[in-house]
């Protein structure tokens, strides 16, 4: 019963490239995420979205841009890939209608390398 | 500005031996605290939240506002709690986001 999906497990890019992560969530969410996860950092927010076509800048979002053209569907853009680009991106979906307790649901990730 | 801290990257302990995982924040309001575990090949999920108040796999969390604490604890280790443990805080009068602490790594020894 797979519920938050990402396009692919592991992508690999070259400097300067474009790159597309594609999440999509199968629970009628409003809130979907975009993080980062790096050894000794945790997660880190780069982008969320509440709506659809609304975002919300977070923590880290420099370098990253997001499209929310459909409910269930959130993509992360790197418009130029560069090395430090190389991580594992984690999606995760909520709902205001889970009474407040704010559980994440989160994808399997996508381990980003960029060469 | 709202920040965790878990002071350990990496914890090893015995099978049958108690476990506390540490975590710390800061938050000027009334936080809500959760942790989240990744086991290996798994998908990040969440373990427990403070409101509820449930003891889940054997762990349980305290938040203590005194000394801005949210310990996660298990009296007695089992093999199968090895795994990747993040500590989080919601920002009550934000949206849903969440603030991520850095994780610690909880390896049981048979």
């Known amino acids: 019963d797979v519920k938050v999906t990402q396009s692919s497990r592991y992508l690999v890019k070259r400097t300067g490239e474009k790159v597309f992560l594609e999440c999509v969530q199968d629970?009628?969410?409003?809130?979907m995420f975009w993080y980062r996860q790096d050894p000794g950092l945790g997660l880190r927010l780069i982008y969320f979205?509440?709506?659809?076509?609304?975002?919300e800048k977070g923590d880290i979002p420099e370098g990253y841009s997001v499209s929310r053209e459909k409910k269930e569907r959130f993509s992360l853009i790197l418009e130029s890939a560069s090395t430090n680009q190389t991580s594992m991106y984690l999606c995760?979906?909520?709902?205001?209608?889970?009474?407040?307790?704010?559980?994440?649901?989160f994808g399997p990730g996508t381990r980003l390398t960029v060469l | 500005a709202q920040r965790v801290t878990q002071p350990e990257k990496l914890l090893s302990v015995f099978k049958g031996a108690p476990v506390e995982l540490k975590c710390n924040y800061s938050y000027s309001g009334s936080p809500e605290l959760f942790w989240y575990v990744q086991y290996s090949r798994q998908r990040l999920q969440l373990l427990l939240r403070?409101?509820s108040r449930e003891s889940i796999k054997g762990f349980t969390a305290d938040l203590n506002k005194g000394e801005t604490s949210f310990h996660l604890k298990k009296p007695f280790a089992q093999e199968e709690d090895s795994a990747m443990y993040y500590c989080a805080l919601r920002r009550i009068q934000g949206a849903q986001k969440l603030v991520f602490g850095q994780g610690t790594r909880l390896t049981i020894n048979p």
């Open positions: 995760a979906s909520s709902s205001y209608r889970d009474r407040g307790y704010n559980e994440q649901f």
């Open positions: 979205s509440y709506d659809v076509k609304m975002k």
């Open positions: 629970m009628d969410h409003e809130n």
């Open positions: 403070h409101i």
